[in-house]
C-alpha cells in the first residue's frame, strides 16, 4: 500500500505542475509534510473542474455525477482504484475535510454546466463553492487538526480564495465569454465592459486582498511562505490588470512571465526572513 500511495501522491503532484506553476512554486515553499496533501487537493478540484470546462461533446453531467459518486464511495471506503480520489480520499480523512466542502465545490462545478449568467447570490454561491472551499481545504491541512485556529482563519481564507477567483474571472473574460458564454460578473455587459465596471470590480478585489494577508501573517510557519508566495503572484497579476484598459482586458488574457515570478519568489523568501510575513 505505501507504494500505491505514494504513486498515487505523484500522479496529483504532476497535475498541480502541469497545471499551474503558480501554485506549483507555492507548495514547494510548504514544509515537506504539507506538500502530497496540497497536490492530492488540486488534482481533484483540477479534474472536476476539467470536466465542466473541456469535456464537450461528451455527456458532461453524467461525468461530473459520477465523480461525484466515485468521490464519496472512495472518502467512505478509505480506498479507490483512482488515483486522484485515493490521495483526496486519504487527505479528505486524515484531516477531517468537511463534506460540505466538497459538496459545495461540485455544486459550483454543475452550476457551468447550467448557467451562463449570475445575480449577485449566484456570483457569491459561484466563488463561494469554486475557490473559497478550495482555500478551506487546505487551511484544515495547515491547522493539523487544531480547530481553534482553523475557526479563527476562515473568513481570512475565504477572502483569500474569492481574490483569486476574481482575478481569474477578469484574466479569463476572453475565453470564458467568447469560448464558453459565460458572464460570471452581476450585471456586468462585456459588450460594453467600461473603465467603471473595472474599477468597481477592483475595489472589490482589493479588500478580499487586504483581508487575506492579515491571515496569512497567522498562518503556521510551516505553510505560510508557500501561501504567501502564491498571494504576490496573483496580486502582482492584479497590479497588471489594474494597470490594462477595460478594452484590452476583455480581448487580451494577462499573465505573469516566468521571469517576473522567478523575482516574486525571490522577494517573498526575503520577506519571510525579514518577518514580514
Given amino acids: ?22 501554485f506549483s512554486a507555492g507548495i514547494k515553499a510548504f514544509d515537506k509534510r504539507f506538500r502530497y496533501p496540497v497536490y492530492a487537493i ?26 461525484q459518486e466515485e468521490t464519496f464511495k472512495a472518502i467512505e471506503r478509505g480506498i479507490s482504484t483512482n488515483p486522484v480520489l485515493q490521495s483526496f480520499q486519504q487527505v479528505v480523512n486524515q484531516y477531517g475535510v468537511d463534506r460540505e466542502l466538497i459538496e459545495a465545490f461540485l455544486h459550483s462545478m454543475r452550476m457551468d454546466l447550467d448557467k451562463t449568467q449570475y445575480n449577485d447570490d449566484g456570483y457569491k454561491t459561484y466563488i463561494y463553492g469554486s475557490a473559497e472551499v478550495v482555500g478551506l481545504m487546505c487551511l484544515r491541512i495547515f491547522c493539523e487538526n487544531n480547530t481553534n485556529l482553523y475557526d479563527r482563519l476562515v473568513p481570512k481564507a475565504r477572502s483569500l480564495g474569492s481574490a483569486f477567483q476574481k482575478i481569474n474571472f477578469l484574466r479569463d473574460i476572453k475565453s470564458d465569454y467568447e469560448d ?15 473603465e467603471d465596471d ?6 472589490d478585489i482589493k479588500k478580499d486582498f487586504d483581508d487575506a494577508l492579515q491571515g496569512i501573517k497567522l498562518l503556521p510557519k510551516g505553510s505560510r511562505l508557500g501561501v504567501y508566495i502564491a498571494y504576490v503572484y496573483y496580486l502582482q497579476l492584479f497590479k497588471k490588470i489594474r494597470a490594462t484598459p477595460a478594452s484590452t482586458i476583455v480581448d487580451k488574457r494577462i499573465r505573469v512571465s516566468d521571469t517576473q515570478k522567478l523575482g516574486l519568489y525571490m522577494k517573498a523568501v526575503v520577506h519571510r526572513k525579514l518577518n514580514y510575513i
Fill in 1 to 22: 500500500m505505501n507504494l500505491f500511495d505514494a504513486t498515487c501522491f505523484e500522479c496529483s503532484k504532476v497535475i498541480t505542475n502541469k497545471y499551474s506553476t503558480s
Fill in 42 to 67: 488540486y488534482g481533484f478540484v483540477r479534474y472536476a473542474d476539467e470536466i465542466v470546462d473541456t469535456f464537450y461533446g461528451h455527456n458532461q453531467r453524467e461525468l461530473i455525477d459520477e465523480f
Fill in 180 to 194: 464558453r458564454g459565460r458572464t460570471y460578473f452581476p450585471e456586468v455587459d462585456f459588450n460594453n465592459f467600461t
Fill in 198 to 203: 473595472k474599477k468597481q470590480i477592483e475595489i
